[in-house]
């Protein structure tokens, strides 16, 4: 290797490097500029192009072996109202469950929760059917009431979430505007007195939620599985089967309503919390299905480069999010390679000239800490400065385990790759953690018959 070719590998290293840090700075300082100057003007917006504001409500609660969480989460929903007191009829999807689901369900007596229980060999086919067993039965519910399905928003509210009372309200004002077909609100971290659990409020507090605002400027936001709100119209134009077996399944559905022209908000001004994982193995089994399902949605990169509805902007933003994944796994096998490479030759006595003495791989190494240090910590403060309800110390705390998160991360993607190039594709549901029980809603007597589902047997 010659000392040019060491002086590249060097700055490119060294570049790389810095760009996450300084990428950081840019992100979260746009963040702070948008929210401070532009929720005026999207309130304009929504008012220009109304009235599209929804008056009807299903929360969709997909369940398989919930016994400990369900009954919170029912509960909590049922409690949530949106304007003029519209109320918000529940749909648990039973997907098969062999534990105390149905008996928790069942003790659940309220006008407005219905139970869709799906037994075996339909039950237990992923996420994405048994969604759209819900979205089916919420059809036809609407096609018999005569209900507009442009005015019927359906939220997804996984087995362990809960929505922030305002969530339905905040939904509507969003949805006022006919051009928004769907919106995600923000995912937080019940149990984040764990540190795996701060470190996953770290991340959905600060980052993701810095990610989806910047998307929401150039119109990209993506659809999680957990707090995700569509109009029942912008669904049935995806025919009877909007989600797919893809193992993100929401990131597919938002992907192909940009596709289709349809217009998704994010705001962070409501949320839904969920369980953070607090076991290593299986946080890592959860990453890996979502990176496998990021790897499956990369298959769409075609038609949104060749999309008319897709601007140049919106197309770099989602092949970034699409791709980064990947390219990050690739660029840290370069540089660890490095690294390795050099302290193989400072060993036997034939160093490399970008890293010639053992000063200078210590002092790329205090670097590399930094520099993997430094996110963590400026997203610390941004969670304090939004949200006020932890700690400095706390975040702190958590800012310095981001790394190791970050390395688990990696791991999940490599295995990720594993699994797609080996045709594998099942996975095992995450976990819940038992929680002290909800109060009861109040047991608010249910909508006039005109926009009530008609009283028909639930399909198995």
């Given at each position: 290797?010659?000392?040019?070719?060491?002086?590249?590998v060097l700055v490119t290293g060294y570049a790389i490097l810095l760009a996450?840090?300084?990428?950081?700075?840019?992100?979260?300082?746009?963040?702070?500029?948008?929210?401070?100057?532009?929720?005026?003007?999207?309130?304009?917006?929504?008012?220009?192009?109304?009235?599209?504001?929804?008056?009807?409500?299903?929360?969709?609660?997909?369940?398989?072996?919930?016994?400990?969480?369900?009954?919170?989460?029912?509960?909590?929903?049922?409690?949530?109202?949106?304007?003029?007191?519209t109320l918000a009829r529940v749909l648990v999807v039973d997907d098969g469950s062999d534990d105390r689901t149905p008996e928790v369900l069942a003790a659940i007596d309220h006008p407005r929760l219905q139970v869709l229980r799906r037994e075996l060999p339909e039950a237990r086919k992923g996420k994405g059917e048994a969604l759209n067993a819900a979205y089916r039965y919420i059809s036809e519910r609407?096609?018999?009431a005569g209900v507009s399905p442009s005015k019927v928003v359906v939220g997804i509210i996984d087995g362990d979430g809960q929505g922030s009372q305002n969530i339905l309200l905040e939904v509507s004002?969003?949805?006022?505007?006919?051009?928004?077909?769907?919106?995600?609100?923000?995912?937080?971290?019940?149990?984040?007195?764990?540190?795996?659990?701060?470190?996953?409020?770290?991340?959905?507090?600060?980052?993701v939620n810095a990610c989806q605002t910047l998307r929401d400027a150039i119109d990209t936001v993506g659809l999680g599985g957990n707090g995700q709100f569509t109009r029942l119209s912008g669904l049935q134009a995806l025919g009877d089967a909007p989600w797919s077996a893809c193992l993100?399944?929401?990131?597919?559905?938002?992907?192909?309503?940009h596709l289709d022209g349809v217009g998704i908000r994010y705001t962070s001004r409501a949320s839904v919390t969920q369980q953070a994982v607090v076991d290593l193995k299986r946080l890592t089994r959860q990453r890996t299905r979502w990176a496998q399902g990021n790897l499956q949605c990369a298959g769409y990169l075609r038609k949104l480069?060749?999309?008319?509805?897709?601007?140049?902007?919106?197309?770099?933003?989602?092949?970034?999010?699409?791709?980064?994944?990947?390219?990050?796994a690739l660029v840290t096998v370069f540089l660890v390679g490095g690294v390795l490479l050099a302290a193989g030759g400072l060993t036997v006595g034939h160093p490399m000239p970008y890293l010639p003495t053992w000063s200078q791989l210590a002092y790329s190494g205090e670097v590399w800490l930094g520099v993997t240090l430094f996110p963590g910590f400026v997203w610390a403060l941004v969670h304090r400065h939004r949200l006020r309800d932890e700690k400095l110390s706390r975040l702190f705390t958590a800012a310095v385990a981001y790394p190791v998160f970050l390395i688990l991360g990696l791991v999940a993607t490599?295995?990720?790759?594993?699994?797609?190039?080996?045709?594998?594709?099942?996975?095992?549901?995450?976990?819940?953690?038992?929680?002290?029980?909800?109060?009861?809603?109040?047991?608010?007597?249910?909508?006039?018959?005109?926009?009530?589902?008609?009283?028909?047997?639930?399909?198995a």
């Open positions: 290797m010659t000392a040019s070719d060491s002086w590249l996450w840090p300084v990428s950081t700075l840019a992100l979260v300082s746009f963040a702070v500029r948008y929210v401070a100057s532009h929720r005026k003007a999207l309130v304009s917006k929504s008012l220009e192009h109304g009235d599209g504001t929804p008056e009807h409500f299903w929360i969709i609660v997909p369940a398989l072996n919930e016994e400990v969480v369900v009954g919170n989460t029912v509960r909590a929903a049922l409690g949530l109202g949106g304007p003029g007191g609407t096609a018999e004002r969003m949805m006022r505007d006919t051009n928004i077909g769907a919106v995600q609100v923000q995912v937080r971290i019940r149990n984040r007195d764990k540190l795996l659990g701060a470190v996953q409020d770290l991340e959905f507090g600060a980052i993100v399944e929401d990131l597919e559905l938002g992907l192909r309503m480069a060749v999309s008319k509805r897709i601007g140049v902007t919106s197309l770099i933003e989602m092949t970034h999010y699409l791709v980064s994944p990947w390219l990050n490599y295995r990720a790759l594993g699994r797609q190039a080996t045709g594998r594709s099942a996975w095992a549901k995450t976990e819940r953690l038992a929680e002290a029980p909800l109060e009861a809603p109040l047991q608010i007597p249910a909508p006039a018959p005109s926009t009530a589902p008609a009283p028909v047997p639930v399909p």
